[in-house]
């Protein structure tokens, strides 16, 4: 079947470390998204691609980087992490011309000490 | 800027029940609304989508509305079980050029009692 996992489902790292959490999707999707998730914020929109080289920024991407080198991959990159950084973050992907309905993956939970 | 309020923020029911969960946004100029659910550590799981110009969708025991005119959504949810119980959320994304983008409310936390 296909589906969207994230790796990894936990990570702890210290402040100041680059940190990169994958997104892998097999639903042939052109779009793919990246949110965190905070209480008291709900979700947000940190990047997001609507194709292959394709790249924007969303609400919350400072301290954030992403590139899309291939259809399936959505690689989030911390460049230097903060403790404001610690979250849920989630992968998203929809196909285009479909009325943009997301597909979630399941996670991974960021702590930055 | 798109807002999405969604009352409200906790709701706590028997078994059996019928429910009324409520989603408000503040532009009406949107390109669909999706309702969410999502589990404790958990992802979100898609439970409907409704397009700009339908009124509503059906997906077994629950039905969702839309009314673009006065910015508001509302899911229900018949015949409630245990098994119901999870934090539904509201999205919207909206017309033109960034129609891919969604919105969140804060979502419901429905606790459904046996």
């Known amino acids: 079947d296909a589906e969207i996992t994230q790796s990894p489902r936990h990570k702890i790292t210290e402040t100041g470390r680059q940190v990169t959490l994958a997104c892998h999707q097999t639903?042939?999707?052109?779009?793919m998204f990246w949110y965190r998730q905070d209480l008291g914020h709900g979700l947000r929109l940190i990047h997001y691609?609507?194709?292959?080289?394709?790249?924007n920024k969303g609400e919350v991407s400072d301290g954030y980087s992403v590139s899309r080198s291939n259809t399936e991959d959505l690689p989030l990159t911390l460049e230097s992490a903060a403790s404001s950084q610690t979250s849920v973050y989630f992968c998203?992907?929809?196909?285009?011309?479909?009325?943009?309905?997301?597909?979630f993956g399941p996670g991974t939970r960021l702590t930055v000490l | 800027k798109q807002e999405v309020t969604q009352i409200p923020a906790a709701l706590s029911v028997p078994e059996g029940e019928n429910l009324v969960l409520n989603c408000s946004f503040t532009?009406?100029?949107?390109?669909?609304l999706q309702w969410f659910r999502q589990d404790p550590g958990k992802g979100l799981t898609s439970l409907l989508l409704?397009?700009?110009?339908?009124r509503e969708q059906t997906s077994g025991r629950l039905n969702a509305s839309l009314d673009k005119s006065s910015g508001r959504s509302t899911l229900y949810i018949a015949a409630s079980q245990p098994g119901d119980s999870a934090t539904y959320l509201c999205?919207?994304?909206?017309?033109?050029?960034?129609?891919?983008?969604?919105?969140f409310g804060k979502g419901t936390l429905l606790t459904v009692n046996p």
């Open positions: 691609s609507y194709g292959v080289h394709d790249t």
């Open positions: 999205a919207v994304s909206i017309s033109g050029g960034s129609n891919y983008k969604l919105t």
């Open positions: 532009d009406s100029a949107i390109y669909n």
């Open positions: 639903w042939n999707h052109n779009n």
């Open positions: 409704i397009q700009s110009s339908q």
């Open positions: 998203a992907s929809s196909r285009a011309g479909t009325y943009n309905e997301q597909f």
